[in-house]
């Protein structure tokens, strides 16, 4: 079974600070973990994944394979970072297409 | 280039009464979804369609079921609808494999009285 858990329902930073939301994972094969965001009356969309190891937005993540977990971080949080953030696992191989996701982070930048 | 389209974008229903949400896609793309989000829950699978012809169920299949009446289109029909299956209901489509992104369409917000 996968499983992946976003332990803040809720994160609130300030404009200029560093954000960091938390994604853990469990899978017992070799995973590939995404990140995708919702902005306010927007359809969700794919922010980042784990093997293009792009910066995207400033964003960036690092799968750490020991912890199983894959944060998602970002140096300098701007107001227009305010999203609901889902972290979100694939299972290699065979016929598993499905995206199991999180529950969510909603992360609110403060001016 | 539209990406994934869904409609009615709102919907109210009481209970018992039954709809099709419908979804299609302009990507070429083998793979199609139904997802359900609820505040706290994330998004949650209900059915998908790995390639035109198939369809399996996900988390949470019970009181839905799905057509794949093309490779460009995946229904959703709700035959008696609950006031738990109130929800924002998402479409996603997406290449084949475990490693691809999915596109998802704009939803659709149901409430069920």
């Known amino acids: 079974a996968q499983r992946v858990t976003q332990p803040e329902k809720l994160l609130s930073v300030f404009k200029g600070a560093p954000v960091e939301l938390k994604c853990n994972y469990s899978?017992?094969?070799?995973?590939?973990l995404f990140w995708y965001v919702q902005y306010s009356r927007q359809r969700l969309q794919l922010l980042l994944r784990?093997?293009s190891r792009e910066s995207i937005k400033g964003f960036t993540a690092d799968l750490n394979k020991g912890e199983t977990s894959f944060h998602l971080k970002k140096p300098f949080a701007q107001e227009e970072d305010s999203a609901m953030y889902y972290c979100?696992?694939?299972?290699?191989?065979?016929?598993?297409?499905?995206?199991?996701f999180g529950k969510g982070t909603l992360l609110t930048v403060n001016p | 280039n539209a990406g994934v389209t869904q409609t009615p974008k709102f919907q109210v229903l009481k209970t018992g009464q039954s709809m099709t949400l419908q979804c299609a896609q302009d990507m070429n793309h083998n793979s199609m979804y139904w997802y359900r989000q609820d505040p706290g829950m994330g998004l949650r699978l209900i059915y998908y369609?790995?390639?035109?012809?198939?369809?399996d169920k996900g988390e949470v299949p019970n009181g839905y079921n799905v057509s794949r009446l093309n490779k460009r289109e995946f229904s959703l029909r709700l035959e008696s609808a609950a006031p738990s299956q109130t929800s924002v209901y998402f479409c996603a489509s997406s290449e084949s494999g475990w490693l691809y992104e999915q596109y998802f369409g704009p939803g659709t917000r149901l409430t069920v009285t």
């Open positions: 369609s790995a390639s035109e012809g198939t369809t």
């Open positions: 979100a696992l694939s299972g290699s191989g065979g016929s598993n297409y499905k995206l199991t």
């Open positions: 899978y017992s094969g070799s995973p590939e």
């Open positions: 784990h093997i």
